[in-house]
């Protein structure tokens, strides 16, 4: 253990809740007979195996600049007791609020409270703040999770994915050697009370973190996740009474180790009301590829916005026609080279070269870039449609093409257009990067970007007049710089993590693999991720994962889309005898009017079926 300001001690509790539900909390706490402030992580994840090794690293090291570092299952999870929230989140907010108070009124807390949270925690911790500002004093939120559209268009990408991992976590029981005897009990009430919530999740605005922020926030990210956009939104909602600093860099989902130290002078300033200059801290500090660059205020007055014209700057090669309108019509396996939309740090998370996708696209190029280009913020698109404009997908590629010709996405962005307007805002995904001299910009558009998006059932895809549409960049002052200082992350020393042995599967998948049928004009996709495997923990217990997530579509044949995803659990105390089994089935596919959705759960004790349930459900396709 390295060496802190004070030593620490770990001690497992129980929090009752007024309508006696008892919480399963983890307290790291500094030995000090002064009380601290609360670091308070609340979230649906196991903190006894899921979350372990981040919480063994992260929590005793806020513990040792003097907090209490608390974490804490939600309601029906991990150890917890109680049936686990609907999936609206209204239960998990007000046992929140309920856990503030609870936490305030320790001896050992100074009564002031920061929220912590990353992924559907973060955007739970600003919830939860939104609820209870009086009871927060701050909040650090981590690539908050957003809905489950983009652009008003349906999501494929991760939906089903989701939903199963979300009804197999919450199906995970309790553990005997934390709960006792009481975990069967617990286990059966936990069951019983499970529904799929992929209704919910393909609902309009279903899941969206708030756009402004109720107590001072510290809102982190990586360039390439999909809360970037929440988290600029948070950073321009920000005002003098309730701040908000934002870090933008080249990280995967979660919370980094880079931004910890950060973090940490945003509760001294807040929480001990320590001088740590975290307000005279740039709003936004960003890494653009090369190096660290500072933004104050958002929007800096640094970044200017540049048109280029689609008939003009950018233009496509396209065949010669009297026709002023550019037709764009996509094959149904456009955007099989799209990447992960939410990328973990794994190799085939990030989207290849991208010329494959831009032979299936409309594309409009720029010429040479004379000098480097660097974009900060948000790209946009103002499209004309022929009218009368139907409803359908646009869908918006930003690339950088080499000298040699490879092609790397900038942003990508997606909008749902509803006639009768035939002018159309597409806003891409915010990017921090530096295109290089030489490089010419290249504007793709598809009217489909499957595993994505849901195809649109009719795909007659749209026409398009250049003459009068642009692209909008962001682009920031080349000598911006100089008069900035320079951005520095500390890097903190944090514990060792707990000694987990993980035994990699014999036969690894790919992590994503394509396949083309050519006799059946088919395409499948299929996705395994790298964390599969078996994980011992040093506490005896033995968690064994494999997840498959399969994608298919004929590449005519928009409503052929079909989406599943099998996911096994296995936990098993070797020592005790314990083992328990579940498995999970998710199948989602499309008619023209509706999502059809068909979910399967088993539970096995010892090797025999003890719980088993199948949903199907059938969803108004309101959009597509």
């Not at 456009?334 to 085939?348: E, F, I, M, Q, S």
């Not at 000098?371 to 930003?398: D, M, N």
């Not at 909008?472 to 100089?482: K, N, S």
Request: proline share 11%; with cysteine.
């Amino acid at each position: 253990m390295p060496s802190y300001s004070y030593r620490t001690v770990r001690e497992d509790v129980r929090v009752p809740l007024p309508d006696g539900t008892e919480l399963y909390a983890r307290l790291w706490r500094p030995v000090t007979d002064d009380p601290v402030p609360v670091v308070l992580e609340y979230s649906g994840g196991r903190l006894t195996d899921w979350t372990a090794a981040d919480d063994a690293r992260r929590h005793p090291w806020y513990a040792g600049h003097g907090y209490a570092a608390v974490r804490v299952d939600a309601r029906g999870c991990g150890n917890s007791g109680g049936r686990p929230d609907d999936g609206a989140g209204e239960q998990d907010l007000t046992d929140g609020a309920d856990l503030l108070r609870r936490l305030a009124a320790e001896p050992w807390c100074t009564g002031r409270i920061g929220l912590l949270g990353s992924g559907a925690a973060g955007a739970g911790a600003l919830r939860l703040a939104a609820r209870a500002p009086d009871a927060v004093h701050a909040v650090v939120t981590a690539c908050p999770d957003g809905g489950h559209r983009l652009g008003g268009a349906a999501l494929a990408a991760d939906l089903h994915t989701r939903a199963g991992a979300r009804l197999t976590d919450a199906a995970r029981p309790p553990d005997p050697q934390y709960v006792g005897d009481d975990w069967r009990a617990m286990w059966r009430e936990r069951l019983e009370a499970l529904e799929p919530d992929l209704p919910a999740r393909l609902a309009a605005g279903w899941g969206e973190p708030p756009a402004t922020a109720a107590v001072p926030t510290l809102a982190v990210a990586g360039w390439g996740d999909p809360s970037c956009a929440a988290v600029l939104r948070l950073l321009a909602a920000g005002t003098a009474a309730v701040p908000v600093r934002a870090l933008l860099g080249p990280w995967p989902h979660g919370l980094p180790d880079d931004a910890l130290a950060e973090t940490l002078r945003w509760w001294d300033h807040w929480l001990k009301g320590a001088d740590t200059g975290a307000l005279r801290t740039p709003a936004l500090r960003s890494w653009t590829g090369d190096r660290w660059t500072a933004a104050d205020p958002w929007p800096p007055p640094d970044v200017r916005t540049v048109r280029y014209g689609l008939d003009g700057p950018l233009r496509t090669a396209g065949t010669a026609s009297d026709d002023r309108y550019v037709h764009v019509r996509s094959p149904q396996h456009t955007g099989l080279n799209a990447g992960a939309y939410v990328p973990l740090g794994r190799p085939a998370d990030r989207p290849p070269d991208q010329r494959e996708e831009d032979g299936r696209s409309v594309c409009f190029d720029s010429l040479p870039l004379p000098e480097p280009l660097e974009l900060l913020g948000a790209p946009s698109l103002r499209l004309r449609l022929r009218p009368p404009a139907e409803a359908g997908p646009v869908i918006a590629r930003l690339c950088a093409v080499a000298p040699d010709g490879t092609s790397t996405l900038l942003a990508r962005g997606a909008r749902l257009a509803t006639p009768p307007a035939p002018d159309i805002t597409v806003e891409l995904a915010p990017a921090g990067l530096t295109v290089p001299p030489g490089h010419r910009l290249r504007l793709a558009l598809s009217s489909t970007y499957w595993p994505w998006l849901w195809p649109d059932p009719e795909p007659a895809g749209f026409g398009l007049d250049p003459s009068h549409s642009a692209l909008i960049l962001p682009v920031r002052h080349l000598a911006a710089d100089p008069d900035t200082a320079p951005v520095v992350l500390a890097s903190p020393t944090l514990p060792l993590p707990p000694p987990v042995h993980v035994t990699e599967p014999l036969t690894a998948r790919p992590e994503r693999l394509t396949v083309h049928d050519i006799a059946r004009h088919e395409w499948r996709t299929e996705l395994s991720p790298a964390t599969d495997g078996t994980r011992t923990h040093p506490d005896g217990l033995v968690r064994d994962e494999h997840t498959v997530t399969a994608y298919r579509i004929l590449t005519a044949a928009p409503t052929s889309a079909q989406a599943r995803s099998d996911r096994t659990v296995r936990l098993e105390r070797p020592a005790i005898g314990w083992d328990i089994t579940l498995r999970t089935r998710t199948e989602l596919r499309c008619t023209p009017t509706h999502f059809l959705t068909r979910t399967q759960l088993t539970a096995l004790e010892a090797g025999d079926i003890v719980f088993t349930r199948e949903w199907q459900q059938q969803i108004p396709r309101t959009a597509p």
